[in-house]
């Protein structure tokens, strides 16, 4: 809503309250952290939690008072876990939001005051000037050689020149229009200042409408969720009917239906794959915490393993590719041309000295304007240790830019003499007109500009002139200003982007630009990055031009999008994945966001992304390093063949529990796993599994393979027959060391220790030998994984503990076997170890590449 209030004096406190509680602070919509009590919520759901709290009721009735207290201890244990891994992304997260002006000047009551943006309204009246962030949209009511930073919302990194005027028909302009009466909400003022009156605040800014577009945008699970939760649901079902039908075997053979549900319990227990999202849950939760090590914050955890599953990184150009700062690239007069590209540490020229010398002093000493930034930044690089700085000059008044003349001047007295100099830069046509210069060489000038602007180079004029009056004219054009050469800037590449563009191609990725940029610019970029195969660029005009089958059929072979619109780049990542693509999507801007939320993987830019931007991505990238990605892919490759060795072990370590829980009510044993030996291997051993396979390094070769298909799933055919391989031989092992002890004469207790101590070995012995897929057990050197002899020690100490302290012993019914069933035992996990090698060998003369299954040839490299 339009405010009328006066330009001086502003709103009142009373009008600014009332509009406040009307339209709602000037913010927008943020994620919020899960409570604990939504997270006790959920974690009181999970069945693990039903079957120790029925566990610990039936201990009650029976009388067993300590057992049930341990039982329901254990809930602790997952509370902590769980609680612990979801905060710790969402702190991480908010430790970011540091973008914004937290502060705004603002006329209230006819007096200049500081607030919080949050609290700005319609109708405000805001002061800005340059190293200001934009806190809301505004209409411009004064200003005086105002530019200003769009590219995070139009994704152009050349600063747009702000002028007091009206819209077309009084409307609200939107970013990158032509007309410039407007500044909106999170841009950068990097020259000059203005007065504003705030006509849009919050979610109705030119920021929030983009934000709000991300609403109608579903964020879905990864796959390794959906098949995760449909494994443990269907594994679930089977073990709850199998339950019941031991709990009421149990009751029919022996008369006894506590114990009979006790047995029940105890099976569904052992069935349930209560380590998978526990397993899940660590593996990501590590990754997180090792990629942030990396400078790459994950803001959805479960997406790092769909890294291993990407094929299309879709990248913006500014910010993303390039550095997001101007640097001077040449530097031309009609006699000589200085390329900083090619001429390495060479002085500059003499004879250019006088170009860079007046572009220095055209441009603001305390400098925010990226372009101006660049020549100072050249000027003291290339004129140092020369008389053509001139710190000590003294600047008298200088010409801004105005819609009229796209030129700047710059009046400054010498110490040593009494003329003033003028300094003048700014669009090449504009200084040609202040120099006044004749046909034939302006057209040649021209010529020059036209071609380095095919190379994707912002050029400028630069002039000079000597006044020696001592009243300054009203106009720029008064002046006799001489030409004297070019100077051309460019958005530099990051060093580290084309190393790591090959990268992801030598590991099959392909890499395509999205950007709103020129084409000329856009193809130079694209070229520098390694990007341009023979294929052409589309501009956004040409894209809406296109039927989605036109679309699809270019897709193949092009590989920069230049001149889109935000709405194209969602479109065109939706068209990436119509091909079947795994897209990432990189970007920095509010102008990504809607595409980032749509890709597979969003990765926003951290240091200076946009909120919206990053609340809409997977992956932030903390310190908007491009080589970080690969290091990304890297983890989620690895993410994922780890997975699938833990998975192996988890199969493989059920299947002697579920023997074991089964067998003695066949058979009429006495019961050789109880409740608390389960919780013993599932949430002691299993986590500490689950982190030993996490750290695991990737396999040799894993980056020069292709991505695993998306279809690849963790739950297939070699990963279950592996561990019901691995599994059975060793329910044999245990089958028969409990029958020779309760040959030899054992009590039921010994031999039920001797048992569990060869079950407990050899889950370390199948950790032991699943670490790779690769290698040989024997060859493959532990100094790579400190973190297996670290665990392995304390779980058997933790078991010596059990079976020497008579507390623990008794709780765990147990009786300490003789020597010779020790020994035998000792036997017994060699044996299986070699049998779990054999298993991995004959499995690994099938295996693909990396251990993430089945690999597809990219289609597009």
Known sequence: MKAAVSADGGLTEAQALRRLQQDGPNELPSSKQRTLLRLL?????????????????????????????????????????????????????????????????????????????????????????????????????????????????????????????????????????????HVFSGTLVTQGTARGQVVATGVRSALGRIGASLAAIGTDLTPIQRETRGVVKRVAMVGLVLATLLALLYWYLRGDWLHGMLAGLTLAMAILPEELPVVLTIFLGLGAWRLARENVLARRIPAIELLGATTLLCVDKTGTLTMNRMAVRTIWTEAATFDTATAGNAPLDESLHGVLEFAVLASHRRA??????????????????????????????????????????????????????????????????????????????????????EEGLRVLGVARALFDQSTLPGNQHDFDFEFLGLVALEDPVRPDV???????????????????????????????????????????????????????????????FCRVQPAQKLRLVQAFQGRGEVVAMTGDGVNDAPALK??????????????????????????????????????????????????????????????????????GWPMLLMPVHILFLQLIIDPACSVIFEAEPIESGAMHASPRRPDARLFDREVLLRGLWQGSGLLLALVGINSIARTWGDTDDAARAATF????????????????????????????????????????????????????RSLFVFALPSWTLAGIGIGASLLCLLWFESVKRHFNRKRFPYGVGADRQPNHL
């Open 41 to 181: 919520v959920e974690v009181i759901s999970e069945p693990m939690f039903l079957l120790l709290v029925a566990c610990g009721v039936i201990y009650l009735l029976l009388g067993d008072r300590g057992e049930a207290l341990m039982l329901l201890g254990f809930v602790f244990i997952v509370i902590g876990i769980t609680f612990f891994q979801q905060r710790r992304a969402e702190n991480a997260l908010a430790a970011l939001r540091d973008l914004s002006s937290p502060t705004a000047l603002v006329v209230r009551d006819g007096l200049v005051r500081t607030i919080s943006t949050g609290a700005l309204v319609c109708g405000d009246i805001v002061l800005i000037s340059e190293g200001n962030r934009v806190p809301a949209d505004m209409r411009l009511v004064e200003s005086s050689n105002l530019t200003v930073d769009e590219s995070m919302l139009t994704g152009e990194s050349a600063t747009v020149p702000k002028f007091v005027g009206e819209a077309a028909g009084g409307q609200l302009e939107s970013p990158g229009t032509e007309s410039r009466s």
């Open 368 to 453: 925010f304007d990226p372009m101006e930034s660049g020549i100072s930044d050249a000027g003291r690089r290339l004129l140092a240790n020369t008389e053509h700085l001139h710190d000590n000059w003294t600047l008298l008044s200088d010409y801004p830019l105005s819609k009229a003349m796209l030129a700047m001047s710059r009046v400054w007295q010498s110490p040593d003499l009494r003329a003033r100099m003028i300094a003048a830069k700014g669009a090449p046509e504009s200084i040609i007109d202040l120099c006044h210069l004749d046909s034939v060489r302006s057209g040649m000038i021209t010529q020059q500009v036209e071609r380095m602007a």
């Open 498 to 560: 084309p190393a790591a563009i090959a990268q992801c191609r030598l590991a099959g990725i392909r890499v395509v630009m999205i950007t709103g940029d020129h084409p000329a610019t856009a193809i130079s970029i694209a070229r520098q990055a390694g990007l341009v195969s023979e294929g052409s660029a589309i501009t956004g005009a040409e894209l809406a031009a296109m039927s989605d089958v036109e679309l699809a059929d270019r897709l193949a072979d092009t590989d920069v």
């Open 598 to 667: 749509a890709a597979d993987i969003g990765v926003a830019m951290g240091a200076r992304g946009t909120d919206v931007a990053r609340e809409s991505a997977a992956l932030v990238l903390l310190n908007d390093d491009f080589a970080s990605l690969v290091t990304a892919v890297r983890h989620g490759r690895r993410v994922f063949a780890n997975l699938r060795k833990a998975i192996a072990f988890v199969v493989a370590a059920h299947v002697p529990i579920v023997g074991l829980s089964v067998l003695p009510v066949l058979f």
């Open 757 to 808: 101590c060869v079950l407990v070995l050899s889950n370390l012995g199948l950790i032991y030998v699943n670490r790779s897929w690769s290698q040989s057990t024997w060859s493959r050197p532990d100094s790579v994984n400190p973190t297996f002899p670290f665990i392995a020690g304390g779980s058997v100490t933790l078991l010596a503990f059990v079976l020497g302290i008579p507390f623990l």
